[in-house]
Each structure stands twice: as C-alpha cells, then as structure tokens.
C-alpha cells in the first residue's frame, strides 16, 4: 500500500530519467528501489534526495561505505522506519557488511536504546564536562 | 533535575564499588560520570548495564571503537536522549573520533532521519528483494 | 492483524450506532473507516475520540480543513503511524489538498526531521530570545 | 523556556478558576504545577484536558491509581518528554509508588526498548496466532 | 519479511536448543514465537536477551505479571514496535489481562501521548519541586 | 551545553559569512540563531542546510508561510527537538500566526498524538480503499 501512485512509466519524464539512468551507473546494477520510482511525482525532490544521498553515502570520505550504512540502519530503526531498515541492510550487505558485524550493529543498537530510556526515566543531568560549548 | 536523588555516598556500597572501579580501571581515570551514580539504587540494574556496556562497547570486537560509539550516537539522536548524545559523542572523541568524523556522522543522521520521514509519508512498498527470509 | 478483534456487527450497541450515524452524516458519506469499529469495544472511548476529532478537524475554525489534516499528517509520520498517515491522506485529499500541496508537505515533514536531527546531535542551546515566558 | 507566555493571574478567568480550584479539591492539595498554568490560554483545552486526566487517572477503576501512573510514565520515556516523566514519577509517589517498583519500572522500560529495537532492527515478522483479529 | 533469515533448524545448535527449552518449560507450552528464531543468529545476544526477559517478567517481584506486560505494551506502542504490540497483547492475557484493563491501558496510553505532546509544544518548564535530585 | 563548540568568529570564513549575510537579507533582521553558528563548522552542511530551508519555507509556494512553519512545528514536537519548536513558534509568529491558531495547532498536534497510540496498540488493519498505489 502506498499513499501516492507512482507514475506507470517514471522515466518518461527527462529528469526522473536521467537520475535513474546515475542511480544505475553508480550502484553498477539495473535494479531501481521502490524508493526511486515513489520520489518520481516530484523531480526536485528526487533529484536533491539523490543528490544527498550519493554525495553523502557514494563519495569517498571519511567512513567507510558499510560503517556509513550502520549508522543509517540505526536511525532507521530508531526511527521505526520499515522499508528503510529493508533497503539499507541489503545496501550495507551489498558493500560487504559480513553477518557479525550485522549481529554486532543490532546488539548495540538494542543497548542504546535500553540506556536512552533509562537516562530518560531517570532525569540524569548531563555532566559540565561534557559542555563542548563551554569556553 | 532527576526523578531520583542518586545516593550521597554509593560507593559505601560494595557491588556499587565494585563496578565503579571497574568502569575506572577499564576507562584508565578516575571520572566517573553522572549515569552510574543515578544507577547505583539498583545494584543489579547497575552491575547487568555496566557489564553490557562493557561486553559490547569496551571488548574489542568486529566493529571498532569509534564505529561503535558513532552508532550509538545515531541512536540516542533519533530518541532524543540528551545526556546519552552528550556521553556518547564524549566517549567518541575521547577513542578518536575527529572532527571530519562527527560532521559526517551528523550529515548522515540526519540525511536518514529526512528519508526515514518521506519514506513513511509515502508508505513506499518494501520491494519483495529485500526480504532475507524468502527462502 | 490486530490486537483486538472488532465487534462483529458493531451497531448492534446503540452508542456506537449513534456515533456511525454521526460520522456518517457528518461526512455526508456511507463509508466507516476501520479506526471507528475498532473503537467499538468501549463506546466511551469511541465517543470521545469522534467528539474530539469532530470538534478540532470538522467545525469551522482559525485553520482551514486542509491545514489541519496536513498537520495530523505531519505529525503521524513522526510517529511512524502507518494507518494514520493512510487514513489522514486520505481525508486531506477529500478535503481538497492538490498533488502539489501533499509534495511540499512531504518535503517540509522531511526538512524538519533533518534539521531535528541535526539540532539533537549538536544539543544547540536554546537562544534567549525565544523564551515566551520571559517577562 | 516556554514557547508561550502563561497568564499573569489565570485565576481571573472564571473558567480556569473552576478547573483550579477541582484541581485543588481532587488532589486535596494547594500546589498547582506549571502544566495547568501553561494551558490557560486556552479554556477549552484546560478543561478538556483537565477532565480527561481526572475521568482516566483519579476515578476509581479496573487499574489500580499507581499501576496507571506507572504506564503513564513509560509512554513519557519512550515519548522523550522531560516534564511529564518528572511530574507523572512525582504523581506516583505521591499515590505509593514504592522506590522498588521505580526500580522494577524503569528497568521493564528499558528492556522494552532494547527489544523494540531488536524487533525491528530484524524485522521479525508478527505470528499468526497473535492476530486477535482472525475469526 | 524478515532482514536476516532464520536459521532452518535453529535447535541443531546446542545453546539455542537450551533456550527454547527453558521458554517451553518456562511458559509451560510448547509453542516459540518468531523472536527467539529471529535471534537465534547470535547464541550470546539470545542468551541474554531471554534471560533478561525471564528475569524481570517471568521471576515474581514487586509487580504483578499483568502490571509488567501492560508496561511493555506502553513502551512498545510509543515506539512503534509492531510486532512487540502483538506479541506482549498476546502475553498480557495469557497472564490474566482482562478486556476492560486492556480497554483502561489504551485510553491511557492515548491520553499520555497527548499530553506528552502538548507539553513539548509548550516547552512547559518543570517545577522545581519534581526535582528529586535536590537536597 | 552544546556537543560541538561553534567557532568563536565564524563570519571570518567567507563561506559562512555569505550564508549568514543572505539569512540577514533573507529575513530583513540582523539577528542570526544559534543553529547557524553551531553549523558553522561545515561549510557545506551550512549551505545546504540553509539553502533547503530557504527554498522551502521561504520562497512563495503552494502554501502559505504560516501553514509552513505549523507543519514544521509538528513534526519537531513529535520528534520531542526542544530547540526546534522554540526557533519554529518564533518563526511561526513573525510571519503572522495568531495566539488563535498556535492554540489550534496544540491541540491537533495533541490529538493526532492520541490517535496515533490508539491505532498502533489497536494495530488497526489498513482500509484497502486507502491505498493509493492501487491500479
């Protein structure tokens, strides 16, 4: 089920076109996500949500490609996003996360969650060496 | 502010002694900060976080230890957990996260949280490819 | 799947039936969505729930009807609400929302998780100016 | 910090008197907290809100008067809400919450969470038999 | 759909096996929800996971078994745990849960959530007399 | 407290103080918030955080400013950002939201939040005629 329908044939429209046509030649793969054609009713919205997420998650930077997609499942979680935690641990698979740092991601995803609501239970004040603002 | 007043001298405790000099010698200093004196009315609740903490973030593993506390971050972020993103990104740099480390962890997170939103706003259909346990 | 099964035929309760009527006639409509006998187990809840909804989303207001259903939207998908980002699309579009408002919705809920994110993970200080309750 | 100014004197408002002052006479007590004041503004909400709170938390019912602060506070947490978590514990001990089921509280909150997580981290797909809604 | 596919005979691995074992006897039934497959990836994040379920809902203690699962259920709705909503409904009245306490923790539940909202939308500050950390 | 000190002269980097010079223009008002100069120290994170902000909330569209800035402020409440409804009811009142209107907003902002937990402890099955991506 979905809220909106996407369009029958998305690449009919130039732009929606040709992100998909850069979605292919970055992933090296034919196969286009849900997600894409879904965007496609709005081809700035789908063109800056691309833009983001390859400069974001496809450029070399920093992170590694599979740490930068573990954090991502852990927000998605979080965040109690289905579909995304479906399409980004089949991406952090696919750039090479091995099953036990799969286990090892849930584990202390589960462990922040368990602290994040007992700190929130209990009020705990957030201790003045912490404060990087401070001078 | 706290919902429990932590008590005046835990450490008069022995279990609660125990684990606080174990948080110091694993930790290799003396600070100790504000969640385990606000545990300490609970020796085992203590003693079974402390110990979980310590198996998943302090043992070396799979992940490294600036990955884990990047994940960690991420999660305490999408609850909103104040003090936990303070201790969190505290402990990150205190094992080597740098600061071109944490800019992109903070651009990821909230790159998800954006997605994570117009995916649910959509309801976008999980593509039957994701599912790990089709046979 | 649900956690508890509806009322086989719901209207069979004079209260519920009075409260089906009063949707029904309220959205000049035969159609009951799922929600309301859901709702039925308990006809105090059932009651208060339509009165509420019907004050605050039916009677004439400051907001117009498609503002108030884009903000339920708005805030069901913070909520990771399934049925209730359907159900309240829905009901914005028999109200009247156009494709190109339902797009710009969509990317403002997203813009505001990002920078919600962003804002959690760097704990920016409240600015002064901004307390309403200052003298 | 508010995002709204409470009134200077709410009580001159006949409407806000009333649900003041059974306020007062339903927790036998003088001490208003800055919930009621803040909702001032706006009588229909004070009193709605008002009426709720006592018809569901102070009548007399199937749930006992701590069991049902106790299921308030955890919402609180996984809601992240800093005042309802210290003004609903404050409740409970007011009504017997023993420091012991505190205890007991907070940790089945975060055992929650840590399983919340787990669960949709994996993706574990619900049981048939738990679909109440069957025939 | 599942992101990790369990494993076809997860009792052929001595640990597991001993697991569920003590959930059948535990529980005094036969049937193993989708869970404890789900984890049976990871014997140790199995092992503990069920112990620390078994320790804090199962082992008598200061709350009753229906109190502890109507607490999880709370947690559980506001994060928007699916699965877990089924699954601890299902538990809370093989524990003894009856339809009206399920019909008074819903209304709860909802009426928490709504003030928790309106109190974020308020910025409400907390009263100084909540804080128990004070001397 | 902050996790990340803003630099002490962020306007002696050209990038930033270009985008600090035309949120001035922008807004017609000397005063910049404390979320640009905590985005200060990432250039590019500054400018495209400030140039989505500015293209959706600022250039004229399909809805008006105020509506904009309501559905901002739902989304930041139900992701419980303190810092966000304060900067958003700021904003929403200098393009012109009336006392009236915020009023309204809370208590849709509420109820959405109710209804939310109701249906998601309910798990309210989806109604087919919802699904919009149906042929």
């Known amino acids: 089920m979905a809220t909106r329908k996407p369009p029958t ?4 429209e130039p732009r929606v076109k040709a992100v998909f046509d850069d979605i292919r030649a970055t992933r090296k793969a034919d196969f ?12 700035v919205l789908l063109e800056s949500t691309w ?23 852990a927000v998605s979680v979080a965040n109690a996003c289905s579909y995304c935690v479906h399409s980004h641990t089949a991406a952090a698979r696919a750039k090479g996360m091995t099953d036990a740092q799969h286990a090892e991601l849930l584990a202390i995803v589960a462990l ?12 705990v004040p957030v201790d003045p060496v912490f404060d990087a603002g401070a001078a």
């Open 9 to 12: 044939n998305p690449e009919a």
């Open 32 to 43: 286009i996500n849900n997600l894409w054609p879904a965007l496609a009713f709005d081809p």
């Open 51 to 73: 833009a983001e997420v390859k400069r974001l998650m496809v450029t070399p930077s920093q992170l590694d490609p599979v740490t930068k997609e573990m954090i991502y499942i």
């Open 112 to 123: 922040a969650a368990k602290t994040n609501h007992l700190v929130t239970g209990l009020q």
